[in-house]
């Protein structure tokens, strides 16, 4: 069952409206790339989900606040009473996992997760549900 679907980010947007009227810079390509990637792949991954729609609660790309911090949620699956964030990448490259961390990148994506996660239980807990996450 899906419960709030994916639309594309309000950067995303404006790179395409500006996408053929300008010039982009070096850096503004690059970035309108790995947005547009981030996107697709996060697309894919909900056609994926789609084939357990009967049986998953899902809600895409939720931006959660609580105590000053923020987070933005990829994925959220609610299944058999335990709710599981899903943090979507789409890159390219060489990256691999040595000790628990990302080895290649600026920014680990399990930090990310882990940030996620901490708030969403928070919010869960205050709201009175008690699940694993």
């Known amino acids: 069952m899906l419960l709030k679907s994916r639309e594309k980010s309000f950067e995303l947007v404006q790179f395409e409206a500006l996408r053929g009227r300008i010039v982009f810079s070096e850096e503004q390509e690059r970035l309108y790339k790995y947005v547009t990637a981030g996107f697709m792949g996060e697309c894919l991954c909900d056609e994926m989900a789609e084939s357990m729609a009967e049986r998953v609660i899902q809600l895409r790309d939720l931006l959660l606040a609580s105590g000053g ?5 990829d994925s959220l699956l609610v299944v058999a009473g335990k709710v599981y964030l899903l943090e979507i990448k789409n890159w390219e490259g060489s990256f691999g996992i040595v000790d ?5 990148l600026s920014a680990c994506p399990l ?6 996660k901490t ?3 928070y919010l869960l807990r205050r709201y009175g549900f008690r699940v694993e996450v």
């Open 69 to 73: 911090r923020t987070c933005q949620v």
């Open 100 to 104: 628990g961390r990302f080895v290649g």
């Open 111 to 116: 930090a990310q997760l882990q940030r996620s």
């Open 119 to 121: 708030i969403v239980e």
